[in-house]
């Protein structure tokens, strides 16, 4: 069953799982970026709707509950892991991956959260955060819906990855990055300085 957690229940969770090896096995740039939008979904109906607006889940999908206990039990099936059970998703397959297109390294989102609407569908929104000035890696951007679509229809082969029955995709970025057109591989395109006026929290670094 889906479940609201409230901010103090969060940062137990956090405390648990956010030790000083999981910082240093992750991005200790990234992880305050991604703690805040974590917590920020996992607490506010508001964060949510916000977060999938302008995506063709946005009305479909509006004020959808978070599978949290879900996503955990599902992720750390067998042990915890060093990172949050939200973050880091590879793709864990041979170089014949079809989730990247060829002589790519992306294999990886950021971080997927569930929502599940009141019709019982699940959405995986997979996120992708870029530092100010942080370049895209070849074949990036092209490999986030790539990725996403092949976990939607091999879900049921990956024994930490929940069920789910749509996706998108969206990235955090700074506004100079709003120029580069492989931006349109992301359904939702959030700015820093957009994400620190909605996410409490949110390091503001523009």
């Known amino acids: 069953m889906a479940e ?3 901010s103090d229940e969060v940062a137990r969770l956090q405390t648990s799982y956010w030790s000083a090896q999981a910082v240093a096995a992750y991005s200790q740039k990234a992880q305050p970026f991604l703690n805040a939008i974590a917590d920020g979904i996992f607490t506010s109906v508001e964060v ?17 509950a978070i599978l949290i206990e879900e996503q955990k039990a ?32 992306s294999l990886e989102s950021d ?44 879900h049921r082969e990956r024994s930490t990855l929940n069920a789910h029955d749509d996706w ?17 591989h992301f359904e939702r395109v959030i700015t820093h300085r957009e994400a620190a006026a909605m996410i409490p929290n949110y390091p503001c670094n523009e």
């Open 48 to 64: 949510r709707n916000w977060l999938i607006a302008q995506t063709n889940a946005a009305s479909s999908y509006k004020s959808a």
């Open 4 to 6: 609201e957690v409230n």
């Open 111 to 154: 971080a997927i959260f569930f929502l599940q609407n009141g019709s019982g569908r699940i959405l995986a929104v997979h996120i992708e955060f870029k530092h100010p000035k942080e370049p895209f890696g070849f074949g990036q951007p092209e490999g986030y819906p790539m990725r996403a679509d092949c976990f939607a229809r091999t």
């Open 168 to 184: 998108i995709t969206v990235i955090f970025c700074d506004e100079a990055t709003l120029s580069d057109q492989r931006l349109s």
């Open 74 to 105: 599902v992720r750390w099936h067998k042990k915890p892991t060093l990172q949050p059970f939200w973050a880091n998703y590879h793709c864990g397959r041979d170089a014949d991956c079809t989730c990247r297109i060829v002589g790519s390294k």
